[in-house]
């Protein structure tokens, strides 16, 4: 059986790479030549996705290695610009391995669609009216798609609120959808379009937006695994980590950088897999700030042994039906490299990747501190922008970070006196 963990990956060329992700995920050529290529998505395609279109701009894609999730093996492919994101991943997954990985569950691809009716003389009354023609609006709702419907998924719900906002009373219509394969956008659209005509003539009052959430907490995904205390760097790490996770969910201005963390690996994935990352960071921070408080999506614990429990939950509203995913020749490539066969297994190995990548970043901030494994990853970059090229790139890189002096100056100083010493 393929297993992900594989040992110096990061020191494989990357045609080489690319070798053990096709055979580990039997990728056929034209998937290897579409990951690849700089062009992987042509002009025309583009032309098709957004409007106005000029070109496309290619972002670096990699895999992280070693994840398990629910006992399945996993190669995940990441599309980031920001060094050292998927390298920690899998430096975290690693230390999960020992303790079986990645425990995953969720409640459903379950979307909520809104219904705003305004200027109505008793919203509360006509709320119980809604509710009264409940199995008549949903089923006005499921003859919009009836292929959904077919294969389980459709409007299974409805709920109704009246809300107190600056405009006065408002009733909010709330249908409750399974998307089943599908993020549901268009979906739940155009069923809040159809049942709109029919709010507004049993509420008598003016239905205005019709339009998905993306607060959606009836598609929430955990996960959780158990991080080994001697990996990690012992006790005194794994109590600087619960102590730096105790700052983040105390105090909004360090927890800001601690979920843009876990979204650093949550929305890697997402992107690299076609999904709508705008509605993916959407959902996450408001999910993080429900209570009234904005606090860590993340917890993290002691077990009886002293290894480090993280858990985390969040909404992820992910697609393999429609959307980017379905178009975007490379997205489609990542989507076969991951091997994942429905929306809710993508969900729960990107909220497995968001638990990865917290820690990663915790521990480092624990340990050595954010910036040494980071720069160094950072001084190629700075390195390369200077006008580094081959093997220079390395060797510049290597000397900055010697140096402890990772700047663009001194990359074209170190650039000018290794050319010379060639």
């Not at 619960?242 to 983040?248: E, G």
């Not at 975007?328 to 190995?349: D, F, N, Y």
């Amino acid at each position: 059986m393929a297993t992900s963990e594989i040992p110096n990956f990061y020191k494989f060329a990357p045609k080489d790479r690319i070798k053990i992700v096709k055979t580990f995920s039997n990728l056929e050529e034209k998937d290897v030549e579409h990951v690849i290529s700089a062009a992987g998505l042509s002009i025309e395609a583009a032309d098709h996705m957004i409007e106005n279109v000029i070109g496309t701009i290619p972002v670096p894609l990699g895999i992280a290695t070693n994840f398990l999730v629910n006992s399945k093996d996993y190669l995940v492919p990441m599309a980031i610009e920001e060094p050292s994101v998927v390298a920690a991943a899998s430096n975290a997954a690693k230390m999960a391995r020992k303790h079986g990985g990645f425990r995953t569950s969720n409640t459903g691809p379950v979307m909520i669609g809104q219904i705003q009716t305004v200027r109505v003389l008793d919203p509360h009354r006509a709320r119980l009216d809604i509710l009264s023609r409940k199995d008549e609006l949903l089923k006005k709702a499921n003859e919009q798609d009836p292929k959904l419907v077919s294969v389980g998924g459709g409007a299974k719900d409805l709920e109704v609120k009246v809300i107190d906002t600056a405009r006065g009373q408002m009733v909010i219509t709330e249908l409750i959808v399974d998307c089943r394969d599908a993020m549901g956008a268009n979906a739940v659209n155009t069923m809040a379009e159809a049942i709109a005509p029919m709010i507004e003539s049993i509420s008598h009052g003016k239905v205005l937006l019709r339009i998905i959430s993306n607060l959606a907490t009836h598609r929430l995904v955990r996960s959780a695994a158990t991080f080994d205390r001697e990996a990690l760097g012992g006790e005194e790490v794994v109590d600087g980590i619960l102590d730096a996770y105790a700052f983040a969910d105390s105090d909004p201005y360090r927890c800001a950088t601690h979920n843009k963390g876990i979204m650093n690996g949550i929305i890697a994935v997402a992107l690299a897999t076609g999904q709508d990352t705008r509605a993916l960071e959407a959902g996450a921070h408001s999910y993080a700030a429900r209570s009234g408080r904005y606090r860590s999506l993340t917890t993290y614990e002691k077990d009886t042994d002293g290894n480090l429990v993280g858990t985390i939950e969040l909404p992820v509203a992910v697609g393999l039906i429609g959307g980017a995913s379905a178009v975007h020749p490379v997205a489609k490539s990542c989507v076969r490299i991951l091997g994942v066969k429905s929306a809710i297994e993508l969900a729960e190995v990107i909220a497995s990747v968001g638990l990865a990548q917290n820690l990663a970043a915790l521990r480092a901030l624990a340990s050595e501190g954010i910036q040494r494994g980071h720069m160094k990853l950072h001084a190629r970059n700075v390195a390369a922008s200077a006008g580094a090229t081959g093997e220079l790139v390395e060797k510049v890189a290597q000397h900055m970070v010697s140096e402890r002096k990772i700047r663009f100056d001194r990359a074209q100083e170190l650039i000018g006196e290794l050319s010379t010493a060639e």
